[in-house]
C-alpha cells in the first residue's frame, strides 16, 4: 500500500520500516547504512513473508542477469541480519532453512506510514568513484573474480604491469559493488605522493574530511561503524607504508572493504592477489576477418579507439595487422591506447611497421593522464626506478632472452652476483610484476613481455653490457647443446638458440663460436623438421670455417647436415647435388664409411631421378665398393638393392633379379635391422620403392613371384600387404601364392 504523500509502499516490523521502492530502511525513524544488495535481499524476503525463498532466487534477485558465487549471498545476508539486530533480544526476523533458502518470520504491517519516510537527503554521501568515459573490454572474468574474492576476503590487491588496465579494471569493479556498501566506494590516488607521511592524512581529506585530530585516529574513528569499500589506487612506490595503514584500517573497521592496485602485492594478513593479464588477443597464425577480429577484447580497443581518432578502415588487412600489433604489446591496454592515437596518421597496416620503434612512436596519451601513463617508456620508467640497483641490474640483463628462460640461464647472464641474491632478485622482479613466472611440471620458467624485455635491452645498452652479456648468452646456450638434453627442453629454448645463433654470426660475434654453436644447433633443427633453419645456419657455418677447421669432422658433420636439409626442403636440385658431391669427397678423405655411404645413397637417388640411369649404376657400384671394404653386412645389402633398381631401370632385368633375389630373403637377417630399410619401415614407406619394377617387369613372372612371396610372408601384418600382392599379381599375370 502507498503511502499518504504518494511515496514507497511501506512495510513495518518491529522497529523498523521499509521503503520497497526507494530500498531505505530505517530504524525509529533514523536511516540505516546498508548496502543495496542487502536491501534487495531483504525486499525478496518481504515479498514472501513466512516462506523459504530458495537461494538461487534470492541471488537472482540481488544480481539479475550476474553469475556469482554462493559465497556472496552468505556475505550479505549476514551484514542483513546484523543490521537488524537478528536473534538479540529474542527478536528473530530472518532464518536459514539448511539446504533450501531463507525465510522471514517477523510479524509486519502494511499500514500507510504517518512519519515522514527518511530520504537519500539525509543519507551520507555515498562515494566519490569518478564517472565511467568508456567501456571497459574483455575483463568480465577478471570483475567477477573481483567481487569473489571480497566476498571472501577483505583486502584484494590487483597485481600487474604498469599499463595493464589494473585501475580501469578496480574502478569498473568499485563501481558494480558500491550499491553492496551502505556508506558508499571511494576512490583514493596515491600516485602524486612521494613521501609515505600524509598517506593517511590523504585518505582522511577524501573519507571524512569533517573529522579533526589525528589523521589514523579521524580514519579508524569514522570507520569502525561503516560499511565501506575503499579504492587506493597506485601503492607500489609506497608499499610498506600502506600495507601498514592497511592492516591497522581492516583490523579497526570490521566493514570496511579494500581494492588495491600496486605492481606488487602488499603482502598482508588475509589479502587476496589477482593478476592482471593483458587483454586477450588471436594467436599467431590464426586467419581472421574484420568481423571475427573483432570479437577478440584487444583488438575491439584498438578499433575503438583508433576510430575515435578518425581511423575508420577495418577490413581483412587492418584486421591482420590489428591482431599483429596486439600480439607485439602483449595486449597490454595503455600501449594498445598509445598505438590507436597514431593509427589516424600512419593508418593501421602502416603503424604495425613501425612497432620496432615503439618507445619513440608510442608517446603521446592524453593530455589529462598522470605523467606516467603519456608515454610507453614514461609508464615503464616508473617500474624500473623502483628497483634496487642489483634488482636493476638482474632486470635489464634478462632483456637478453628471447621467449623465456630459467633460473640456470639467468645465472648465467649474472654470474658476477651470488646465486642466492640472483634468485631473491628475480622473486622480487616476478612480485614487481616485469617478469612472468609459468609452473609447469613442477619446473618454473620466466619471461619478460614483449614490450618490458624491449624496455629491458635498451637499458642494457645503456649500460655498456650488450656485447658481453650477449656473450654469457652464446655460451649458455652453447653449452646446453652440447650436454645431454631431452628434446622437450631444447624446443623450449629454441627462440633462445636463434637468437644466440644471430648474434654470433652477427658483426660483434667470435666466427669460431658462432661455427661452434652452429655445429650444435644444425642437428637439433634436422631433429625438430626445421629443415630450412638447419641448412641456412650448416651454410653460415661452412662459410665461416676458419682454415683449421676445413677438412675436419666439424666441416664433415655440417657438410651432411646442409645436405640432408637441403634434399628434403629444396628437392633434387643442382644445389642438393653439389652439397652431396662435397660431403661424399670430404667423407673419402676423413676415411668416414658410413658418412661416405650415406651420400653416396644420397647422390644415387639424384641420379636416379634425374635421371641419369648409368652415373646412378655407377654410384652403386662404388657403395658396394666402400660397404665391402668396411665390412658392412648391412651397406652390401643395400648396394644390392641399389644395384637391382639401377639395372631395371637400365631395362636389365635378369640382373637386376639376380640382386634383388639376392637382397629380399637377407633384409629378414637380424644385421638388416640395424641398417637400411628395415623391415617395418619398409613396410610403409620403402617397400613402394619397387612397385613400378613390379609393374614394368611383366616379362619376367619370376620377379613379380619372388617379391611377391616375400613380401606376403614379411608383411602380411602391415596394412600394405594387399597393395603389393595387387601389384605384384598384375606384373606377373597370374596368382601369386601365399607362403
Same mark, same amino acid.
Given at each position: 500500500?502507498?503511502?499518504?504523500?504518494?511515496? !514507497?509502499?511501506?512495510?513495518?516490523?518491529?522497529?523498523?520500516?521499509?521503503?520497497?521502492?526507494?530500498?531505505?530502511?530505517?530504524?525509529?525513524?533514523?536511516?540505516?547504512?546498508?548496502?543495496?544488495?542487502?536491501?534487495?535481499?531483504?525486499?525478496?524476503?518481504?515479498?514472501?513473508?513466512?516462506?523459504?525463498?530458495?537461494?538461487?532466487?534470492?541471488?537472482?534477485?540481488?544480481?539479475?542477469?550476474?553469475?556469482?558465487?554462493?559465497?556472496?549471498?552468505?556475505?550479505?545476508?549476514?551484514?542483513?541480519?546484523?543490521?537488524?539486530?537478528?536473534?538479540?533480544?529474542?527478536?528473530?526476523?530472518?532464518?536459514?532453512?539448511?539446504?533450501?533458502?531463507?525465510?522471514?518470520?517477523?510479524?509486519?504491517?502494511?499500514?500507510?506510514?504517518?512519519?515522514?519516510?527518511?530520504?537519500?537527503?539525509?543519507?551520507?554521501?555515498?562515494?566519490?568513484?569518478?564517472?565511467?568515459?568508456?567501456?571497459?573490454?574483455?575483463?568480465?572474468? !577478471?570483475?567477477?573474480?573481483?567481487?569473489?574474492?571480497?566476498?571472501?576476503?577483505?583486502?584484494?590487491?590487483?597485481?600487474?604491469?604498469?599499463?595493464?588496465?589494473?585501475?580501469?579494471?578496480?574502478?569498473?569493479? !568499485?563501481?558494480?559493488?558500491?550499491?553492496?556498501?551502505?556508506?558508499?566506494?571511494?576512490?583514493?590516488?596515491?600516485?602524486?605522493?612521494?613521501?609515505?607521511?600524509?598517506?593517511?592524512?590523504?585518505?582522511?581529506?577524501?573519507?571524512?574530511?569533517?573529522?579533526?585530530?589525528?589523521?589514523?585516529?579521524?580514519?579508524?574513528?569514522?570507520?569502525?561503524?561503516?560499511?565501506?569499500?575503499?579504492?587506493?589506487?597506485?601503492?607500489?612506490?609506497?608499499?610498506?607504508?600502506?600495507?601498514?595503514?592497511?592492516?591497522?584500517?581492516?583490523?579497526?573497521?570490521?566493514?570496511?572493504?579494500?581494492?588495491?592496485?600496486?605492481?606488487?602485492?602488499?603482502?598482508?594478513?588475509?589479502?587476496?592477489?589477482?593478476?592482471?593479464?593483458?587483454?586477450?588477443?588471436?594467436?599467431?597464425?590464426?586467419?581472421?576477418?574484420?568481423?571475427?577480429?573483432?570479437?577478440?577484447?584487444?583488438?575491439?580497443?584498438?578499433?575503438?579507439?583508433?576510430?575515435?581518432?578518425?581511423?575508420?578502415?577495418?577490413?581483412?588487412?587492418?584486421?591482420?595487422?590489428?591482431?599483429?600489433?596486439?600480439?607485439?604489446?602483449?595486449?597490454?591496454?595503455?600501449?594498445?591506447?598509445?598505438?590507436?592515437?597514431?593509427?589516424?596518421?600512419?593508418?593501421?597496416?602502416?603503424?604495425?611497421?613501425?612497432?620496432?620503434?615503439?618507445?619513440?612512436?608510442?608517446?603521446?596519451?592524453?593530455?589529462?593522464?598522470?605523467?606516467?601513463?603519456?608515454?610507453?617508456?614514461?609508464? &615503464?620508467?616508473?617500474?624500473?626506478?623502483?628497483?634496487?640497483?642489483?634488482?636493476?641490474? &638482474?632486470?635489464?640483463?634478462?632483456?637478453?632472452?628471447?621467449?623465456?628462460?630459467?633460473?640456470?640461464?639467468?645465472?648465467?647472464?649474472?654470474?658476477?652476483?651470488?646465486?642466492?641474491?640472483?634468485?631473491?632478485?628475480?622473486?622480487?622482479?616476478?612480485?614487481?610484476?616485469? /617478469?612472468?613466472?609459468?609452473?609447469?611440471?613442477?619446473?618454473?620458467?620466466?619471461?619478460?613481455?614483449?614490450?618490458? =624485455?624491449?624496455?629491458?635491452?635498451?637499458?642494457?645498452?645503456?649500460?655498456?653490457?650488450?656485447?658481453?652479456?650477449?656473450?654469457?648468452?652464446?655460451?649458455?646456450?652453447?653449452?646446453?647443446?652440447?650436454?645431454?638434453?631431452?628434446?622437450?627442453?631444447?624446443?623450449?629454448?629454441?627462440?633462445?638458440?636463434?637468437?644466440?645463433?644471430?648474434?654470433?654470426?652477427?658483426?660483434?660475434?667470435?666466427?669460431? /663460436?658462432?661455427?661452434? &654453436?652452429?655445429?650444435?644447433?644444425?642437428?637439433?633443427?634436422?631433429?625438430?623438421?626445421?629443415?630450412?633453419?638447419?641448412?641456412?645456419?650448416?651454410?653460415?657455418?661452412?662459410?665461416?670455417?676458419?682454415?683449421?677447421?676445413?677438412?675436419?669432422?666439424?666441416?664433415?658433420?655440417?657438410?651432411?647436415?646442409?645436405?640432408?636439409?637441403?634434399?628434403?626442403?629444396?628437392?633434387?636440385?643442382?644445389?642438393?647435388?653439389?652439397?652431396?658431391?662435397?660431403?661424399?669427397?670430404?667423407?673419402?678423405?676423413?676415411?668416414?664409411?658410413?658418412?661416405?655411404?650415406?651420400?653416396?645413397?644420397?647422390?644415387?637417388?639424384?641420379? &636416379?631421378?634425374?635421371?641419369?640411369?648409368?652415373?646412378?649404376?655407377?654410384?652403386?657400384?662404388?657403395?658396394?665398393?666402400?660397404?665391402?671394404?668396411?665390412?658392412?653386412?648391412?651397406?652390401?645389402?643395400?648396394?644390392?638393392?641399389?644395384?637391382?633398381?639401377?639395372?631395371?631401370?637400365?631395362?636389365?632385368?635378369?640382373?637386376?633379379?639376380?640382386?634383388?633375389?639376392?637382397?629380399?630373403?637377407?633384409?629378414?637377417?637380424?644385421?638388416?635391422?640395424?641398417?637400411?630399410?628395415?623391415?617395418?619401415?619398409?613396410?610403409?614407406?620403402?617397400?613402394?620403392?619397387?612397385?613400378?619394377?613390379? =609393374?614394368?617387369?611383366?616379362?619376367?613372372?619370376?620377379?613379380?613371384?619372388?617379391?611377391? =612371396?616375400?613380401?606376403?610372408?614379411?608383411?602380411?601384418?602391415?596394412?600394405?600387404?594387399?597393395?603389393?600382392?595387387?601389384?605384384?599379381?598384375?606384373?606377373?599375370?597370374?596368382?601369386?601364392?601365399?607362403?
Amino acid at each position: 500500500m502507498a503511502d499518504a504523500d504518494g511515496g !514507497a509502499d511501506i512495510v513495518r516490523f518491529g522497529p523498523f520500516l521499509f521503503a520497497r521502492q526507494r530500498r531505505e530502511l530505517s530504524e525509529n525513524g533514523l536511516p540505516l547504512r546498508l548496502g543495496g544488495r542487502a536491501l534487495d535481499l531483504l525486499a525478496a524476503l518481504l515479498e514472501h513473508p513466512g516462506e523459504v525463498v530458495s537461494k538461487a532466487s534470492l541471488m537472482k534477485a540481488a544480481w539479475p542477469g550476474m553469475h556469482v558465487v554462493e559465497a556472496n549471498l552468505s556475505v550479505h545476508m549476514s551484514a542483513l541480519r546484523r543490521a537488524l539486530r537478528d536473534g538479540q533480544d529474542q527478536a528473530r526476523y530472518i532464518i536459514n532453512e539448511p539446504g533450501r533458502g531463507y525465510r522471514f518470520v517477523g510479524a509486519i504491517d502494511h499500514t500507510p506510514n504517518r512519519a515522514p519516510v527518511p530520504s537519500r537527503s539525509t543519507a551520507a554521501p555515498r562515494g566519490n568513484l569518478p564517472a565511467r568515459l568508456t567501456t571497459l573490454l574483455g575483463r568480465e572474468e !577478471a570483475l567477477d573474480a573481483v567481487a569473489a574474492h571480497l566476498a571472501g576476503y577483505r583486502l584484494v590487491t590487483l597485481v600487474g604491469v604498469g599499463g595493464i588496465g589494473k585501475t580501469a579494471l578496480a574502478l569498473e569493479a !568499485a563501481r558494480r559493488l558500491a550499491r553492496d556498501f551502505a556508506d558508499g566506494a571511494w576512490f583514493v590516488s596515491l600516485a602524486a605522493l612521494q613521501d609515505p607521511t600524509p598517506i593517511a592524512s590523504t585518505l582522511a581529506a577524501v573519507l571524512c574530511p569533517e573529522v579533526t585530530g589525528h589523521p589514523l585516529a579521524a580514519l579508524t574513528s569514522w570507520l569502525r561503524e561503516r560499511e565501506v569499500l575503499l579504492l587506493l589506487d597506485n601503492c607500489e612506490h609506497l608499499a610498506d607504508a600502506v600495507a601498514e595503514l592497511v592492516a591497522r584500517l581492516l583490523a579497526a573497521a570490521q566493514g570496511l572493504r579494500i581494492i588495491a592496485t600496486s605492481r606488487e602485492s602488499l603482502r598482508v594478513e588475509g589479502e587476496v592477489v589477482q593478476q592482471v593479464p593483458g587483454l586477450a588477443f588471436p594467436p599467431a597464425g590464426l586467419i581472421l576477418g574484420a568481423h571475427d577480429a573483432l570479437a577478440w577484447p584487444a583488438i575491439r580497443l584498438l578499433h575503438d579507439r583508433a576510430a575515435a581518432q578518425g581511423a575508420v578502415a577495418f577490413g581483412a588487412i587492418e584486421a591482420e595487422a590489428a591482431a599483429r600489433i596486439c600480439r607485439e604489446l602483449d595486449g597490454m591496454p595503455l600501449a594498445i591506447e598509445l598505438a590507436a592515437a597514431r593509427a589516424a596518421t600512419f593508418g593501421i597496416d602502416d603503424l604495425v611497421k613501425r612497432l620496432d620503434d615503439r618507445f619513440r612512436l608510442l608517446n603521446r596519451g592524453r593530455r589529462t593522464a598522470a605523467p606516467r601513463q603519456r608515454s610507453l617508456i614514461a609508464t &615503464l620508467d616508473w617500474s624500473h626506478d623502483l628497483l634496487s640497483t642489483a634488482e636493476q641490474k &638482474l632486470f635489464r640483463r634478462l632483456g637478453i632472452f628471447v621467449g623465456g628462460f630459467g633460473l640456470d640461464a639467468a645465472s648465467s647472464v649474472a654470474s658476477d652476483i651470488d646465486e642466492a641474491e640472483i634468485a631473491d632478485h628475480l622473486a622480487g622482479l616476478v612480485m614487481k610484476s616485469l /617478469v612472468v613466472s609459468d609452473v609447469q611440471d613442477g619446473k618454473s620458467r620466466f619471461r619478460l613481455l614483449e614490450t618490458t =624485455r624491449l624496455y629491458a635491452l635498451d637499458k642494457l645498452e645503456e649500460s655498456g653490457e650488450t656485447t658481453h652479456i650477449g656473450q654469457r648468452h652464446v655460451a649458455y646456450f652453447a653449452s646446453l647443446l652440447n650436454r645431454p638434453a631431452d628434446s622437450a627442453t631444447l624446443r623450449l629454448e629454441l627462440d633462445n638458440i636463434r637468437a644466440a645463433l644471430r648474434r654470433s654470426f652477427g658483426a660483434e660475434g667470435e666466427p669460431t /663460436v658462432a661455427v661452434t &654453436l652452429a655445429t650444435a644447433a644444425v642437428p637439433r633443427f634436422l631433429e625438430f623438421s626445421l629443415l630450412p633453419e638447419a641448412e641456412e645456419w650448416a651454410r653460415r657455418a661452412l662459410e665461416g670455417l676458419q682454415p683449421e677447421q676445413r677438412g675436419t669432422q666439424r666441416e664433415m658433420s655440417l657438410r651432411l647436415a646442409q645436405a640432408a636439409a637441403s634434399i628434403f626442403s629444396r628437392g633434387l636440385t643442382d644445389q642438393t647435388h653439389e652439397a652431396w658431391r662435397q660431403t661424399a669427397a670430404l667423407a673419402e678423405r676423413l676415411g668416414e664409411p658410413e658418412q661416405h655411404m650415406t651420400a653416396l645413397l644420397a647422390l644415387w637417388t639424384c641420379e &636416379l631421378r634425374t635421371p641419369d640411369l648409368a652415373q646412378s649404376y655407377r654410384l652403386a657400384q662404388r657403395y658396394q665398393d666402400v660397404a665391402l671394404a668396411a665390412g658392412s653386412p648391412s651397406g652390401v645389402l643395400t648396394s644390392g638393392w641399389m644395384l637391382g633398381l639401377s639395372l631395371q631401370h637400365l631395362g636389365q632385368f635378369q640382373r637386376a633379379v639376380a640382386h634383388l633375389e639376392a637382397f629380399l630373403p637377407a633384409e629378414d637377417d637380424e644385421t638388416m635391422r640395424r641398417g637400411w630399410p628395415s623391415s617395418e619401415r619398409a613396410a610403409s614407406t620403402g617397400a613402394r620403392a619397387p612397385w613400378p619394377f613390379f =609393374r614394368r617387369a611383366t616379362r619376367f613372372r619370376g620377379i613379380a613371384a619372388a617379391p611377391g =612371396r616375400w613380401l606376403h610372408r614379411r608383411f602380411r601384418k602391415q596394412p600394405k600387404s594387399a597393395s603389393l600382392f595387387r601389384y605384384a599379381k598384375r606384373a606377373s599375370g597370374r596368382f601369386v601364392p601365399a607362403c
